[in-house]
């Protein structure tokens, strides 16, 4: 097919990259549900919206993506990349100590609710809601942002996109929480978590008279000043 098209809100487009990651095939998103950041075409506007797809009225946005290398196997055969964020959290009330090492060179020990870590597309969602900045859907750069970190010098930081990170996480108690876009487990506190830029890259569909600038300012009510 030319493209898929996928019919939900963000939470489905994101399931329908699990699908389609490694087929080079491009997603549309028809946005039935709430926020419509991936899912930008309205579902009111379906009608108009398709007859561009069929006439080729539309850009193709190529986004990439991240991938856990180690521990494997940790969905029991899915994948483990991501469009939006991997976030590695605490399970109970302690916060946990997260060593963060980047291309081998010691980053920083963070102490907080854990540890976001974001791609550009993934930068209008939970990193957003942590304090990180937005990127635009086409840069490679991959973000960390802390979650409640117990240190008021701590912030956000954008690192290249060809960035291999590793974590190293201690705590009270035995288990963390991982989570890979929509899918979760939980893992030994003691296990080190490696994530680079995916190899796998995935298209998505914007229609032309679109952008993500609008999206932007009509979703978030992005600088919404009554001078403007």
Known sequence: PDMILSVGGDGTFLETV???KDSGIPVAGVNTGRMGFLANI???ELDKSVDQLCSG??????????????????FDGESSTVLNEITIQKLLLSMIIIHVYVDDVFL??????????????????????????ILSPGDESIIISPMSPHNLTIRPIVLSGNSRLKMVMEGRTDECLLTCD????????????????????????????????STLRNRLMWGADTRN
Not at 108 to 124: E, F, H, M, P
């Open 18 to 20: 699990l699908k389609v």
């Open 42 to 44: 309205p579902n009111e």
């Open 57 to 74: 009225d539309y850009q193709i946005i190529e986004r990439s993506m991240l991938e856990i290398t180690s521990p494997p196997g940790l």
């Open 108 to 133: 920083n020990t963070y102490w907080a609710d854990g540890l976001i870590v974001s791609t550009a597309t993934g930068s209008t969602a939970y990193n957003l809601s942590a304090g990180g900045p």
């Open 182 to 213: 929509s899918r979760f487990r939980k893992i030994p506190i003691n296990e080190a978590i490696s994530i680079v830029k995916s190899r796998s890259r995935l298209g998505t569909v914007m229609l032309k008279g679109r952008d993500f600038y």
